[in-house]
């Protein structure tokens, strides 16, 4: 069941109402029972998947405080955790796993299996089971106590708007609020009013700017080896556009139809794009994840802590296990190490840098330097989304390579750009929703407020018009129907 | 604080809903039977119980059919709730609709979609779903009459229409259409090969599907008790087509339902495979004329129906007879006159319209003859003028607009449309709706506005150096 489908509209209303209905005590086990729909209505057998995940991670959760040891409690905790990313393995790495070993050992005349198993990837599978690993080293470090109750421990882990695209929530955030669930009253005025217009917005994001850019990306992408430099870059620049509305637009939908419901899920989007350095970048795109891997990961490493040499290497695996995370592909881990060569390239110049600024009598204050820097960093962003679209490295390499050698200047100007699966009327709607967007994103990175915060403080014509606009636009404009196939979220595959 | 809250709230999805309700016109399906068409839009629009007669059935009907005459010579209020390939179970929603508001004596159904199952052009599923308002009704035909995607779609139309907004034209924003009873007529004439008649007495049952909507039609009309009248309109139908028409005669009979198979009265007709088709099976406009006076002949014999000239809740069907009244004089007598006095001669008896003439260039021929002076001076033109280039503006026939010596710009409105006119040293213009109508650079340059019809419908220029020969 998709946000963006006629059946969560229906699905949707239903929950809320039914909250309104049942008493305030019971109201979890209603929002647990949805949860569960909501996920069987992709894949029902996958429900029990789920349920062991949850049962392994509640149950360590209760043993660990009981462990005198701290051997025993080590040992309980690695596990579950090796008991949790086996299941991740199996389902969603092994295919790859047993390509990667195939194409290996096949100069041996040695194979371990003819193909692949033929798994299903289980929708959002990353998502629960990074978020459920969070909660048992939460427990763990004693940040949190355990959930006793399991029905509400399953309902952390299953909660309908954030269960299959993040954001992966932290216990201390999401389990705590859920206490305070049976207190809280429903259908508060703001949350009401400012989770349906995060939705709209969220949907708008999605429909309106992502949908339509993907048909551009998909054409170029598909046949990359038809087009030149200005197709190719349109198509770059426009998965750029398209994975961060696609993804924004989910976090934004999940998150207004949580606060809905009363609850506040974490940020997980900060205007990436603005971001003046690589490292800026990943505090600002997928925020619950990139702070999984720092607190979860990175840190246990020895994080920054340590030897040059020793940082970079923590670096260097963090990244290339967040690429992994994305995709159970050679290209994703090649994607993460561009990044993590990024953060080490860039660290390792710095100084450098800095001295040429300072030869140069650089205004590293002005705008037009700010500017350089977001420029250039948004550059090297999508050099590296290249390869995450890229169905492989080789793939990646030779489009890269057509970027440089295929220049054709001319194809900016006669037209064939709207030959790209986007007419001119296509692009008219695509300029003007992403000169929303990018004013909504200059809103809340200058005033530090979301659409949601901006809008409260305005005139009421002024917030009902830009409601109304949103809503009337994704309805006329969206990329829905019978035209066109409503693409998933891209981030459904993690 | 509650009660605020919950009235600003009533008051947003009040605002919203009639934003929305604002855009759905634009984004609206509206085609039944060709571009900006949609019978349905007039159906709508209807005061209740004033259809006598209604016809249904698929474009072989409103190719058939045309209610201006029945109105015209026989006094019958018809309409003709025929679309693009509607197959019976289309039909028998459609019925299931009308009898909503309108309690026709007789319903005519043409029995083509009894030898089709289904649509195999997209086009067509939207033209039978579409159109309708929101209603069970509407629903259960999504449900009955898609068969691939998804029905709901189609019910709300919201997810199909929408992705309209990237071919909306100006007829999109305008409200106010031409009159339209359902009758599309066609002039265009392609002769064809009739097929050999069937006299035997074999029937090939229908589908079992198609059966199904036929006995509900015939169920439908008898608890209304309306009578029901099957026919075939003429066309090339093979031996098959023809023995699932006996079935259906023999369903009509056995329900006390009438059945006028056409295909067996040429002669009464007087059908003429040479000129009366616009292809093997749709008859065009010479055909439908035939067809309609019989049918209309057929109807008042056989039905006790009114004659409603007079009847002031009848204007639509006169404004209707002035459409196609239009539509006949434009394609048969304007746009086949191609001389240029009889051209002049006709512009004076043009009522309905407004009709730009332009003098440019060497107008005036040396060599050709033709005292082309006279002809304008008959048309009414100041002879002081006529010696220079000018532009002048008839409406019904009286010259509304004489342009000055010097150069000059004007514009203003035409029923549904604007003109410019411009004239400077090198040339003069006539552009209605941005479009210039200029033919010629020496000559006369005329150009015709249907001010029912609402376009522009002859253009035509007399090039003064060949003598005055014709470009269109």
Redesign the interface.
């Known amino acids: 069941m998709l946000f963006n489908s006629i059946d969560f509209l229906m699905f949707f209303p239903i929950v809320v109402l039914l909250c309104l209905i049942i008493p305030r005590k019971l109201r979890y086990l209603w929002l647990l029972a949805a949860s569960y729909y909501f996920y069987m209505c992709w894949n029902a057998k996958y429900a029990f998947l789920l349920l062991a995940v949850t049962l392994c991670t509640y149950l360590s959760g209760l043993f660990l405080p009981r462990c005198r040891r701290a051997f025993t409690r080590r040992l309980t905790l690695v596990s579950c955790i090796l008991l949790n990313l086996g299941l991740l393995f199996y389902f969603k790495y092994f295919d790859l796993f047993l390509n990667t070993f195939n194409r290996i050992f096949s100069r041996l005349h040695f194979q371990l299996a003819d193909r692949g198993f033929d798994i299903i990837l289980p929708v959002g599978i990353s998502f629960y089971i990074f978020q459920s690993i969070g909660y048992v080293i939460d427990v763990y470090r004693n940040e949190i106590l355990p959930e006793k109750n399991p029905f509400r421990y399953a309902l952390f882990v299953s909660f309908f708007p954030k269960l299959v695209a993040g954001p992966i929530e932290r216990s201390g955030n999401l389990l705590e609020q859920l206490r305070e669930l049976d207190r809280k009253p429903l259908l508060e005025p703001g949350c009401v009013s400012g989770g349906l217009t995060l939705m709209v917005w969220g949907l708008f994001v999605k429909m309106v700017i992502a949908d339509r850019v993907a048909i551009l990306v998909n054409t170029v992408f598909e046949q990359f080896y038809l087009y030149g430099t200005v197709a190719l870059l349109a198509g770059a620049f426009g998965f750029a556009l398209q994975i961060y509305c696609d993804f924004m637009g989910y976090s934004t939908i999940a998150a207004g139809a949580a606060r809905v419901l009363g609850i506040r899920l974490m940020d997980n989007f900060d205007t990436p794009y603005f971001s003046r350095s690589i490292s800026e970048f990943w505090r600002r795109w997928h925020i619950s994840l990139s702070s999984w891997f720092r607190d979860y990961l990175y840190i246990p490493l020895g994080g920054n802590r340590c030897s040059r040499f020793r940082k970079y290497f923590n670096i260097m695996v963090t990244m290339s296990l967040s690429g992994l995370w994305h995709g159970a592909d050679w290209s994703c881990v090649a994607w993460g190490l561009l990044h993590g060569f990024y953060q080490v390239a860039g660290d390792l110049t710095r100084s450098v840098r800095q001295k040429i600024y300072t030869s140069l009598s650089a205004k590293t204050n002005s705008f037009s330097f700010h500017l350089a820097q977001v420029v250039s960093t948004f550059l090297l962003v999508d050099f590296a989304w290249i390869f995450f679209k890229a169905d492989s490295i080789s793939i990646a390499f030779a489009f890269c390579k057509r970027i440089f050698t295929k220049w054709d200047p001319w194809s900016f100007f006669n037209g064939e750009i709207y030959t790209l699966g986007l007419d001119r009327p296509e692009f008219n709607i695509l300029f003007v929703s992403v000169t929303v967007l990018f004013l909504v994103d200059l809103i809340r990175y200058k005033k530090k407020q979301n659409i949601v915060e901006f809008l409260q403080e305005q005139c009421i014509w002024f917030r009902w018009g830009a409601v109304i606009l949103l809503a009337a636009s994704i309805l006329v404009f969206g990329i829905y129907g019978v035209k066109f196939e409503s693409s998933q979220f891209i981030y459904f595959q993690y | 604080m509650?009660r605020k809250?919950a009235l600003q709230?009533i008051l947003?999805c009040v605002?919203?809903l009639i934003?929305?309700n604002g855009?759905y016109p634009v984004?609206s399906w509206k085609d039944t039977g060709g571009d900006y068409h949609s019978v349905f839009d007039t159906f709508y629009d209807l005061d209740g119980d004033l259809v006598d007669v209604l016809f249904m059935g698929s474009s072989r009907c409103y190719c058939a059919i045309n209610n201006s005459i029945l109105w015209n010579e026989y006094g019958i209020a018809s309409i003709s709730l025929s679309i693009s390939g509607q197959d019976l179970a289309s039909t028998y929603y459609c019925l299931v609709e009308a009898l909503k508001t309108q309690t026709p004596k007789v319903v005519c159904i043409e029995s083509y979609g009894a030898v089709f199952d289904g649509y195999e052009v997209i086009g067509n599923l939207y033209r039978n779903t579409l159109p309708y308002k929101l209603s069970p009704n509407s629903y259960e035909a999504a449900q009955s009459i898609v068969t691939e995607?998804n029905p709901?779609?189609y019910w709300?139309k919201?997810?199909?229409v929408?992705?309209r907004?990237?071919e909306l034209t100006r007829k999109d924003f305008e409200t106010d259409f031409p009159a339209y009873l359902g009758y599309s007529a066609d002039f265009h004439t392609e002769p064809i090969q009739n097929t050999p008649l069937y006299t035997g007495k074999e029937a090939v049952p229908t589908s079992e599907r198609n059966e199904e909507y036929l006995r509900r039609i015939i169920a439908l009309a008898k608890e209304h008790d309306i009578s029901l009248c099957f026919f075939v309109a003429p066309y090339a139908a093979s031996e098959k087509e023809q023995k699932i028409y006996n079935y259906v005669k023999q369903l009509a009979e056995e329900n006390q339902a009438a059945f006028l198979n056409m295909l067996t009265l040429d002669d009464e007709l007087g059908m003429d495979v040479q000129t009366d088709y616009i292809n093997w099976f749709h008859t065009n406009y010479f055909g439908a004329e035939k067809i309609s006076h019989y049918m209309g002949r057929y109807l008042k014999e056989h039905y006790s129906l009114p004659d409603r000239h007079g009847d002031g809740r009848y204007a639509l069907w006169d404004e209707d007879a002035i459409v196609r009244q239009h539509e006949v004089q434009n394609e048969l007598v304007l746009r086949k006159t191609s001389d240029m006095t009889d051209y002049l001669t006709l512009l004076p008896q043009l009522d309905g319209y407004t009709v730009f003439l332009s003098t440019d260039g060497k107008y005036i021929s040396d060599n050709s003859g033709t005292d082309v002076l006279e002809y304008l001076r008959g048309l009414g033109v100041n002879e002081e003028y006529y010696t220079g280039r000018h532009i002048w503006i008839w409406e019904d026939g009286q010259i509304i607009y004489t342009s000055p010596d010097t150069d000059f710009l004007e514009y203003g409105d035409l029923p549904g449309a604007e003109y410019a006119l411009i004239s400077s040293k090198i040339a003069n213009s006539v552009l209605i709706d941005r479009t210039s109508h200029r033919k010629t650079p020496d000559g006369i340059n005329i150009v015709v506005y249907d001010n029912v019809l609402k376009e522009v419908v002859d253009s035509i220029g007399f090039y003064s150096i060949e003598s005055y020969s014709t470009i269109r």
């Open positions: 509650k809250r709230s947003f605002v919203f934003v929305i855009i984004l995607g709901l779609d709300l919201w997810p199909i929408h992705t907004y990237s």
